[in-house]
C-alpha cells in the first residue's frame, strides 16, 4: 500500500494514438488527479519501438527497453501497445510482481485473459481494461460491478468503430470500402493491422469480453463465430435498403436455455440487416452502442465514442484513478468471474433469421420451387416480395425473409436453393436482427 501523499509510479506501454493523449491528459489534468486519487501520479517512463519519432515527449522518459521499464519502479502498469507479444509476457511479469496493470488491449485479453487473472490473483494485483472494449463508453465497469446483482441474458451492439464507419459511408454515400477503410486509418480508429477490424477479429475479442463478464463464464476470441464486413457489397446494402433496412456489423451475447434446461452462451459477430427504425441504426460513424438487457434491470443502452485515441485514453485514465486509488486506499478491483462455467453453443445451432435476395426465372412455379426448399428444411417464411427485373426479359427478383430457424438449417437451404436450375444468382444474403421473426 502507497501511502497518501506518495506519488504512484505509472510505466506506460506504447505511445502511438491511444498513448499519446494518455500522456497529454496526464499533463493536462495533473491537478485534478492528485485530487481524485489522493497522491500524485508520476510518469516514470514510456516505451515504444522508434524514440525519434516521439518529440512531443520528455526524451529522458522514453525508452526501448519495456521488460527493463516493467521490471522498474513503476507501480502501475499502462499497455497500449496492442497484440500478443511482447503484450503477454510484460503484463504476465507486472501482475505476477503485484504491480497494477491497466490495458486497452482486447486481443490479448479475449486470448490470455485467464493467464492474466491467473498471475493477478497470485499476487493480489488489480488487472483494468475497460478501455478494451467500446472505446470512451464506460461497458465493462457496469457489467463487472454495477449489474453484479442481476442476471444478464443477452448483450448486443456494435462494437467496432471501423466497420461502422465503413458501413455507415457505404450506407449514406455509396462509397467504396478501400477509401473510407483508409479514412478510418488516418483518423486513429483502426488496428495497426486493420484487417482485424475488417475480418471481424477486433470485435470478436470484444465478444468474448463482453460474454466472459456477463455470463461469468470464461470465454476466448476462438469461442466466437466470425464473420467480417469484408463480403458486404454494395448490392447488400441496396437489398437492405429497398425494404427499410439497413447493415451492421453486430456483437451479439445470448444465454441461451436448451429444452432440457440446461443453460448455454452463444456469442456471435457478424454483419447483419436491422431496421432503420431500430436505434443501432442510427449508430453511424465510429460511434458504438450496446444493449445490454438483464432480468431485473430490463434493457439497457450504452452508447458514445467507441474509437480514437482521445475517447479511449479516457477510459484508461479512468481505470488509472481506479487502481490508483485502490493502492492509496489498499483495497482491490474485481477478480475475474467465472465460476458459472457456462458451455459455448455452436453457430449451427443457434437461432437467427435470413434475409435471401434472389434473381430467378419469371415463369409459373418458381416460387413453388423456392418455397418447397424452405419446407424441406423445416424453415418458415415470414415475408416474400416479387418482382419483374427492368430491362431483362423473363427475370423477376425474388426476396425471402425467413423467421427464426438454426443458423445450420438456414445456411442449408440458401446452398439448395443455389443449385435451383431457376435461380439466375443468389444476389444477398444476410441475417436479420432487431425485429420480431
Ligand atoms: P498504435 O499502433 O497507434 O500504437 C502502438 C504503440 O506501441 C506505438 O507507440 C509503438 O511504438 C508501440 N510499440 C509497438 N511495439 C512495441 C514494442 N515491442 N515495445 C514497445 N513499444 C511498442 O496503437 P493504438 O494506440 O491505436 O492502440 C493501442 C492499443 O489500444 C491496442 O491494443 C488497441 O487495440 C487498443 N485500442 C485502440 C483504440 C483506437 O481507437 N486506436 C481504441 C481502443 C483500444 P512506436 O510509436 O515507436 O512505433
Ligand atoms: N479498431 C478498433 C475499432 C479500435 O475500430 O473499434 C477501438 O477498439
Redesign the pocket.
Known sequence: MTNSGEPIKVALLGCGTVGTEVVRLLREQADDLTARIGAPVELVGIAVRRPHKHTDVPAELLTTDAAALVAGEADVIVEVIGGIDPARGLLTSALREGKAVVTAN?ALLAEHGGELFAAADASGADLYFEAAVA?AIPLLRPLRESLAGDRITRVMGIV???TNYILSAMDATGSGYGETLEEASRLG???ADPTA?VDGF?AAAKAAILASLSFHTRVTASDVYREGIASVTASDIAAASLLGRTVKLLAICERVLGEDGTESVSVRVHPAMIPRTHQLASVNG?FNAVYVEAEAAGQLMFYGP??GGAP?ASAVLGDLVAVARNKVLGGRGPRESAYADLPVRPMGETLTAYHISLDVDDQPGVLTQVAAMFAEHGVSIAAVRQEGREGESKAASLVVVTHMAPDEALRSTVDKIAGLPIVREVAAVMRVEGEQL
Open positions: 482486447k472505446g467496432n468503430g471501423t480508429y483502426a488496428e477490424d477486433d465510429a467507441g474509437a479511449t
